[in-house]
């Protein structure tokens, strides 16, 4: 199987910035799509942004214009940039990869989570 692993998160003032990482722990034949999604207290876990094979991006209304997904192909990373944070961004912020390990064989792998607080 293919495990995900996040690093970036922390503490981080309001109007901050972070800068999420995850990256899967071996070579993919394929990734369809990566993502990121964060899950608050007491809520249920939501999309925060993605993006596919070709490039194309897309972004939960509440982060369009302060977050950016961006990816390395050539290193299966996907990265997050958070800007202007604010404290109703805290949440536990999960990666999710899915693609084709070997022709044939697809998965859909999540990584453990990492802690965004924002808080003055």
């Known amino acids: 199987q293919v495990q995900v692993v996040e690093s970036g998160g922390g503490l981080v003032q309001p109007g901050g910035s972070l800068r999420l990482s995850c990256a899967a722990s071996?070579?993919?034949?394929?990734?369809?799509?990566m993502g990121w999604y964060r899950q608050a207290p007491g809520k249920q876990r939501e999309m925060v942004a993605t993006i596919v094979s070709g490039g194309t991006a897309n972004y939960a209304d509440s982060v369009k214009d302060r977050f950016t997904i961006s990816r390395d192909n050539a290193k299966n990373t996907l990265y997050l940039q958070m800007n202007s944070l604010k404290p109703e961004d805290t949440a536990v912020y999960y990666c999710?990869?899915?693609?084709?390990?070997?022709?044939?064989?697809?998965?859909?792998?999540w990584g453990q989570g990492t802690q965004v607080t924002v808080s003055s």
């Open positions: 999710n990869i899915q693609g084709v390990l070997n022709p044939g064989l697809t998965f859909d792998s």
């Open positions: 071996r070579n993919i034949f394929s990734i369809l799509i």
